[in-house]
């Protein structure tokens, strides 16, 4: 049998784990279904096979799931509380216990008008966890609403008409509760989806005429003109063809400072154009604009299931038949000495109470879904719960230096010229050999002599001498420019001159010699510098306890010159792909856990060997989306020690949840020992386990970066 093509649909109403489990069972059941995924933390679905939007929603007709097309643009809010039938039912079902509560105290507990009242609340109430709950009975499925529903029918059933009402109303404002905070959980990746407008400003041309017209982003091709006007967003990927301005990036790439675009930029969708017109030639559909990735591997994400999630799936898996037989223990074993079954029956339906694994559930998901979507928000795109556990138990980092430590472009830093030259003389003769070089001293070079308006001239007769340098006739004179041994074999070179490229070399920068055929007129020292952000980087991860280690095929000189200043833990250079390879697996049998930092395109081998592969400049680089574990999108290394903070206080918060999800109950079921556990104590033991769980995930939406 072929696989049809896979349909994808958004999900509102979704606040439950266990219930995106019984939804998506429930949509394999259906016989034109193929294949189905339903990821809850991005409250997004999968389908490969035939089945229609109604299919769909009465398969999540138990929980009020709807159902939406994730190509519509406009996306449907989720009912607001106080429109959503349950919780309507809920405040009628509160209503009557009211009512209840006053005829006990006027007229005695147990009275007939009471019982009768609460009975009312228990239907008006409970009908949406009962409905499910028989279904369930039937279908031998035992999940919260199953155990709730035996729960306050066996509560009715022994007399406690009071606690059997209160239980129903507490358990829907529990789930009330819990799809708030859930919705509070996906804001993050919600907001993403809203930031790139549905429409745009394209130039249309007829012969001479041009005019604007209002289009679709989904009907934009690539090679359209944008038109995009100070204080709107840019609805499309593209560059830059006309126009000045600066770009606020910040959504895509966390980026505080603003950005100047001017002709040959780059540009995002979703972004704010802020001073200037621009006009904007399209390079991408908008399926596969840096946003819309960005969307589609952020909601994947949250699919993957992270190492504790599966923990905790599966112990919750014989968890629940566990409560049930401990329950069926408690109600039956005591009475047969004590005959007090009324009693112990009310303890037994207490411990299926108490025992809901609803907190548990989730307590591995609102986390990974909430710091997931909290690092988007900062430009830090994380492509599963499996590296965001990871990150947080790394003990050591490598680096590629080249675009990573360094700003990967050569520059010149220093300029001795021989008397009487001048620098400004020194780099007219030098720039104008080097206008017709390819190497990347030559462009560093050109590139100050440009920054300090400097011309150079025409070059006569252009030579390169592989290996050793280039010479061109310059103004009539012949000038060499090259490594300081191949100029010494054309003129003499005094020891001062070469006490200052000896020193030059040893901080790890590489001196270019110029000459006449009859005289020495200067050196110039160029180095790739350091970004200004590595030290206090470098300096922040030794804080956190990490082992630095830079990985560089550059020469050992200048990569121990660099490592000094830096202060890394380890510096290894002259490394070819396949040594950066082995240098990760030797760092892993040493320190277990270890990532390795790069641009996403070099050293491909290394970064996806590493425990966790980090490219930098995810933004700029499609490569850098699709390989890297975890991508930088903004080209800037102190976002790592934000990630990594983010990373371990995830795992911190995952591990108290699981602690306060077992923690209470273990408390609310050692009360049966002296017979203390009631049906009130059970439910706000459930209920608040559920929520601080919520709530302590939700605090990862504070961490941010320093």
């Keep these: 049998m072929t696989l049809k093509e896979q349909q994808q649909y958004r999900l509102q109403n979704l606040s439950c784990a266990s219930c995106a489990a019984k939804f998506e069972r429930n949509i394999r059941d259906i016989s034109t279904v193929q294949e189905c995924q339903v990821n809850f933390g991005a409250a997004k679905l999968t ?42 039912l809920a405040s009628v079902s509160l209503l009557f216990i009211v009512v209840s509560l006053y005829f006990s105290f006027s007229r005695g507990e147990g009275n007939t008008v009471s019982n009768w009242l609460y009975l009312i609340a228990i239907v008006i109430g409970g009908i949406g966890i009962f409905k499910v709950g028989f279904r369930n009975l039937l279908k031998f499925e035992f999940d919260m609403k199953t155990l709730m529903t035996i729960a306050i029918i066996g509560a009715a059933i022994i007399g406690e008409w009071q606690e059997a009402a209160i239980v129903v109303f507490l358990f829907a404002v529990s789930e009330a509760l819990e799809a708030y905070s859930m919705n509070k959980a996906r804001q993050s990746i919600e907001g993403l989806m809203d930031i790139a407008p549905p429409v745009a400003l394209i130039k249309r041309s007829h012969g001479d005429h041009h005019h604007e017209v209002e289009v679709s982003t989904a009907d934009i091709a690539i090679g359209d003109i944008l038109i995009v006007k100070p204080g709107q967003k840019i609805a499309m990927d ?284 200067g050196i110039i020292a160029i180095a790739d510098q350091l970004r200004k952000e590595s030290k206090q980087v470098i300096q922040n991860l030794r804080e956190q306890g990490q082992q630095t280690i830079m990985l560089t095929g550059d020469a050992e000189q200048t990569a121990k010159a660099i490592g000094s200043e830096l202060q890394l833990s380890d510096v290894r250079a002259s490394l070819l792909p396949e040594h950066k390879l082995e240098a990760i697996k030797e760092l892993q049998q040493k320190f277990d856990s270890v990532a390795m930092v790069g641009d996403g395109v070099n050293d491909a081998p290394a970064l996806a060997s590493a425990s966790v592969g980090i490219a930098m400049g995810g933004a700029g680089t499609d490569a850098a989306l699709e390989t890297a574990d975890i991508a930088l999108m903004a080209d800037d290394l102190r976002k790592l020690p934000y990630t990594i903070r983010l990373s371990q206080k995830t795992l911190s918060i995952i591990k108290q949840n699981i602690i306060f999800a077992l923690g209470l109950k273990v408390i609310a079921l050692l009360l049966v020992i002296p017979g203390w556990l009631t049906l009130w104590i059970a439910i706000f033991a459930d209920m608040g386990a559920t929520l601080l769980v919520v709530f302590n995930s939700l605090r990862l939406l504070q961490v941010a970066k320093k």
């Design 238 to 521: 593209g560059k830059v063809i006309g126009g000045i301005s600066t770009v606020n990036q910040a959504p895509i790439t966390g980026e505080s400072t603003p950005v100047k675009k001017e002709k040959g930029s780059e540009v995002f969708a979703g972004t704010l154009n802020e001073e200037g017109a621009l006009e904007i030639v399209v390079t991408k559909r908008v399926e596969d604009t840096t946003i819309a990735k960005i969307i589609h591997l952020v909601e994947e994400a949250q699919a993957e299931k992270a190492p504790s999630q599966q923990f905790v799936d599966k112990f919750a898996k014989y968890y629940t038949p566990a409560i049930m037989l401990v329950a069926l223990l408690v109600a039956v074993i005591p009475p047969l000495f004590t005959g007090e079954w009324s009693q112990w029956i009310y303890q037994g339906l207490a411990v299926l109470v108490v025992g809901c694994p609803c907190a548990l559930v989730i307590s591995t998901p609102v986390a990974i879904v909430t710091a997931i979507g909290n690092a988007a928000k900062q430009g830090v795109l994380i492509k599963g719960g499996v590296y965001l556990e990871e990150l947080g138990r790394i003990k050591a980092i490598a680096f590629d230096k080249t675009g990573t430590l360094t700003k990967g472009q050569p520059e010149v830093t220093d300029i001795i010229a021989m008397d009487p030259i001048t620098e400004g003389a020194l780099l007219i003769a030098v720039a104008t050999v080097e206008k017709s070089s390819q190497h990347p001293l030559a462009r560093a070079i050109l590139a100050k002599a440009t920054a300090l308006n400097i011309e150079p001239l025409t070059p006569f007769e252009f030579q390169s001498v592989t290996g050793k340098g280039a010479y061109a006739t310059v103004d009539g004179k012949k000038i060499y420019a090259g490594s300081l041994q191949w100029i010494e074999t054309i003129v003499p070179i005094n020891e001062r001159i070469k006490a200052s490229s000896m020193q030059f070399s040893q901080q790890g920068k590489s001196v270019i010699a110029v000459s006449t055929d009859s005289q020495l007129l």
């Design 47 to 88: 389908v490969v096979g035939d089945a229609t939007i109604e299919q769909l929603e009465q398969a999540g007709a138990f929980d009020g799931i709807k159902v939406v097309k994730a190509s519509d643009r406009i996306i449907k809010k989720s009912v607001p509380f106080y429109k959503r039938k349950e919780n309507i």
